[in-house]
């Protein structure tokens, strides 16, 4: 008699309830070999593709990060955010966040196109945007991680959701938490994910009235931020500046150390540490005392780990832009 014989359906459906309680719901079935055998070069092709992006423009690397973190606050990460407008629905790239500032569409567009070229028809563009943001991260110098695959894409965008989910610079600490407690994510995993805020540039719009107008602001770098963003609205608007002061192309701590010093770039960047509650973890990712390099790759999986389409819903997308 085989094991299997004896296994009763009871302690079958105990067993699975014990899964489901330790594992959720939200992404069982996501996997990190889910395209062991249907697909097994994806990880080494998404991982070449994103390398040489970011060895012909750094930057490219913190754009890329963005797309993810904009993808999965909106219904999940599906890859609607890399969706075009349609006659059925106004996407997501124009939606206020998205509009003029997101960037790297091409960039996926290309690797999906060469993964394509490997394995057609299997891997969705939402695990192109997840293989990319690590390998991303890592490119500029970040910790690794082993990244969940098995989403599916969905055949839908949102603008309202955009608009409405992904918090803007001009909110206040306990609106950026209430922003990220809406998708399931804590106040800590919400100041963590702003350290990606170590890299990449924002634009003068999003940071104006916060070096002209706010007191909780270093003199001196408010002055030099003044010099390449005027006061007029309007006028350079769309002006760059590194949203981390001395290293806006690696992977380090400085972000958090430039808050305590006073010299956040949006005033959602200072707002983490500007004698609130989250205070604290700010100081400890300043000084390395704990990892925010460690604490930052848990909760990119946490991240990807929201409300994926999986099993038979949404669909694979051929081309990351159009629904099939
Ligand atoms: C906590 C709330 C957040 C707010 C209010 C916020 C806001 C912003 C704004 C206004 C910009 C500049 C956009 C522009 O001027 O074009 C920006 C850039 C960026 N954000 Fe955030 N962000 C937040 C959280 C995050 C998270 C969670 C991530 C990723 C995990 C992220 C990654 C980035 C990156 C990498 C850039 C630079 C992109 C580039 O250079 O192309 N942000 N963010
Ligand atoms: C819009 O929806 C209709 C009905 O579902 C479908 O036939 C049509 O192909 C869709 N158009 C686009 C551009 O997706
Ligand atoms: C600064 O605040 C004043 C008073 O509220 C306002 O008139 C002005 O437009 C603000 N300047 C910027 C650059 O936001
Ligand atoms: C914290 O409060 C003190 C005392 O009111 C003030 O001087 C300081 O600028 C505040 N710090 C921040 C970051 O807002």
């Known amino acids: 008699m085989t094991a299997a014989a004896t296994t009763t359906p009871m302690a079958i459906v105990s067993f699975s309830l014990l899964l489901l ?5 939200s992404s069982a079935q996501l996997s990190t070999n889910f395209y062991s055998s249907s697909c097994p070069n994806v990880f080494s092709t998404v991982k070449s593709a994103v390398q040489s992006a970011v060895a012909s423009e750094k930057r490219m690397g913190a754009s890329l990060v963005r797309l993810f973190y904009h993808d999965c606050f909106v219904n999940g990460c599906d890859g609607s955010v890399l969706l075009d407008d349609t006659a059925n629905f106004t996407g997501e790239k124009n939606a206020a966040p998205n509009k003029n500032s997101a960037r790297g569409f091409g960039v996926i567009d290309n690797i999906k196109s060469q993964v394509e070229k490997v394995c057609p028809g299997v891997v969705s563009c939402a695990d192109i945007l997840a293989i990319t943001a690590r390998d991303s991260t890592v490119a500029l110098g970040g910790p690794s991680w082993a990244v969940k695959v098995g989403r599916r894409d969905a055949r839908t965008a949102s603008l309202s959701g955009a608009n409405n989910n992904i918090p803007p610079p001009t909110f206040s600490l306990s609106s950026l938490i209430s922003s990220f407690q809406a998708q399931g994510l804590s106040a800590k995993d919400m100041v963590t994910l702003s350290g990606a805020h170590t890299f990449g540039q924002a634009q003068c719009t999003n940071f104006r009235a916060r070096i002209y107008n706010e007191t ?10 003044r010099a390449n963003c005027p006061s007029t609205q309007g006028s350079g608007d769309n ?10 192309t690696t992977f380090d701590n400085r972000y958090y150390a430039n808050l305590v010093s006073l010299k956040g770039l949006l005033h959602s960047d200072q707002q983490l540490f500007s004698n609130g509650s989250t205070d604290s ?3 400890s990712y300043a000084s390395g005392a704990s990892s925010f390099a460690s604490n930052f790759a848990a909760a990119m999986i946490k991240l990807g780990d929201l409300s994926p389409l ?3 819903s949404g669909e694979i997308r051929k081309v990351c832009s159009k629904i099939n």
Do not use: K
């Not at 309680?21 to 719901?25: E, H, I, R, V, W």
């Open 281 to 283: 973890q700010v100081r």
């Open 239 to 248: 002006n760059l500046a590194p949203l981390d002061l001395q290293t806006p």
């Open 216 to 225: 909780n602001i270093e003199a001196s770098f408010a002055t030099t931020r």
């Open 310 to 312: 999986t099993g038979s």
């Open 21 to 25: 309680l330790l594992f959720g719901t």
